[in-house]
């Protein structure tokens, strides 16, 4: 049997084949992930501050805020005492904005000649929000302010301000696009344009389809016979592949393309990125297997898990094996522990070495989540509340 090419295109619409190929120029790049944050710095200007802002400009409390929310108070056509939907304002097209691992460094009477203050912080914006990327103010009269919990605080309200400096303005993409494509070694036939999901293909025949952002889009703009094989072409695209895979991951598709891991622990000398991307190529070379019987006892081994990901590597592969997967975060570790996982609801774990999540898995801010921090005994209190049988070594 022919050993398959390793890329697959499969047509948005349709879903047929588009072309295969050997290999993709443009798809694995030298991008640092996750990319460091740009710190910025921000004015909240004739500030009142109330709760933990309050005091941290009194010298009370700690200067470190953790996550800030920014809200609008009010748009055109809301009474003036109704806040903005928490989730989004469809008037202003304002989405909440998040600023992560907030400081106070400054703050001074405002210049208005007030009784407020103007206040200054460094963060950097959360990107997922849609407020067109942060670079436009809602047409809002005023922000509230809200620190949210973090290292057990509740949330708190800190305030409001009538207007903000740093925060709406141009950025560079947060995710800049790669270089165009070249499709290297494909099956003759592509004309025109292209728009199509990639899948990887293993070398038993295996497709896994990846994410939509891994999507495949542009004209064709030259065609030439192609160095991986008689009769095939390279074809290159004017796109990019607008989220491409990092660099240092090309080993582990390649491993994953002969067959996958065949012992534990290959995870286990990657730093946190690495790992991240190691639950993530698991979760899309899983193999749907069966669950197994009512009754299985699974052994995780808990050396190495250091961190939260390193958690989700290690639980996979008690589960489901070397390379196994059973969770990217704890929504899929509920879905999987629901069934369809690889094991039957209710099932017994058995946590070896549990004294290392113990000592890393501490309250904290994450700086890599940038949320507070997964700790040990909330974990093993969701597995339990899960119905999984959790007995710690």
Known sequence: MPIPLRWRLLDIESGETVTECSD???LFTDRVFPAPPVYEHYTLVGCRPTGPLRAAIDGTGPDWLGILVVEPVHVPGRPADEPCDPGACHECGFSVEELLDVRLVGHRPAADGSDRLDVDLTGH???GHNNRHGTTAPEAFGYRLLVTGIDDRADERAGDCGDITGLFRQRADPW??????TLLGCRPGPTG???AELAHVRTDGTVSSMPGEHNVRGKIVATRPSAHGD???????DGPIMEPLAGVDRALWDMWRSGGPTRPHLWAALDRGGRRRWVRAAALHRSHEPDKPAGTVYHLDGRHVTDEDAFYCALGEAI???GGWFGTDLFWVHECATGDGGATPGFRLIWHDSSVARAHLVPGYDRFTWRAALTFDYL????????VKVELR
């Open 125 to 127: 914006r959360f990107d």
């Open 193 to 195: 344009s292209i728009e």
């Open 176 to 181: 800049p696009p790669g270089p165009p494509v």
């Open 24 to 26: 993709i120029d443009g």
């Open 231 to 237: 009769g095939l072409v390279d074809l290159t695209l």
């Open 320 to 322: 489901n094996g070397p």
């Open 380 to 387: 093993v209190q969701f597995l339990i509340e899960e119905g």
